[in-house]
T-cell receptor, first 115, second 114 residues
Framework: EAGVVQSPRYKIIEKKQPVAFWCNPI?????LYWYRQNLGQGPELLIR????????DSQLPKDRFSAERLKGVDSTLKIQPAELGDSAVYLC?????????????FGPGTRLTVL | AQSVSQHNHHVILSEAASLELGCNYS??????LFWYVQYPGQHLQLLLK??????LVKGIKGFEAEFIKSKFSFNLRKPSVQWSDTAEYFC????????????FGGGTRVLVKP
């Protein structure tokens, strides 16, 4: 079974530029999460989707961050414009309530560097 | 709001030594508890989890963790570490009443010297 796929793995941009991350969850997983992991810290939830509905986006900085999960499968996370403080690893995770309740499976992450 | 605290940021030990990583959480209701591991260059992987039942849970690679409800703790242990256990370890808690939000601790970097 393929795991959670994310791309790109690395991204370097200058501040004020836009950037987008893509996530393909494990097949059949209805719940999808985006996390941000700053250096030396644990992941922090940005947004959670149940199918195509964003059910928890309270931690998403909505002035510059946006996300979508069209058709309830793949998801994209966008930052526009990026700031220096956005440098972090952006993780995607997925979960299937019917198989592994409360267990999330993580992708490799996208390491963003904003110069 | 729930929070998770991991006591040590860095741990250095030699092969065959015993390992114990502390984890405390703050939430008064029913919780599910997890330990995730991130090996160098790899993604986060589930090491073990506690949902209910026996408070001593066994995970992969010889790891175990004990849930002590009265102490709000979920410490991770391994009796004899190997060089391949070098990784970063994250404790996490999920409270159903808090919307199934998974909250992570800050992580502990473990370096096992050969």
């Amino acid at each position: 079974e393929a795991g959670v796929v994310q791309s790109p793995r690395y991204k370097i941009i200058e501040k004020k530029q836009p950037v987008a991350f893509w996530c393909n969850p494990i097949s059949g997983h209805n719940t999808l999460y985006w996390y941000r992991q700053n250096l030396g810290q644990g992941p922090e939830l940005l947004i959670r989707y149940e199918n195509e509905e964003a059910v928890d986006d309270s931690q998403l900085p909505k002035d510059r961050f946006s996300a979508e999960r069209l058709k309830g499968v793949d998801s994209t996370l966008k930052i526009q414009p990026a700031e220096l403080g956005d440098s972090a690893v952006y993780l995607c995770a997925s979960r299937n309530e019917r198989e592994s309740a409360d267990t999330q499976y993580f992708g490799p992450g996208t390491r963003l560097t904003v110069l | 709001a729930q929070s998770v605290s991991q006591h040590n940021h860095h741990v250095i030990l030699s092969e065959a030594a015993s390992l114990e990583l502390g984890c405390n959480y703050s939430y008064g209701g029913t919780v599910n508890l997890f330990w995730y591991v991130q090996y160098p260059g790899q993604h986060l992987q589930l090491l073990l989890k506690y949902f209910s039942g026996d408070p001593l849970v066994k995970g992969i690679k010889g790891f175990e963790a004990e849930f002590i409800k009265s102490k709000f703790s979920f410490n991770l242990r391994k009796p004899s570490v190997q060089w391949s256990d070098t990784a970063e370890y994250f404790c996490a808690v999920n409270a159903r009443a808090a919307g199934n939000k998974l909250t992570f601790g800050g992580g502990t970097r473990v370096l096992v010297k050969p």
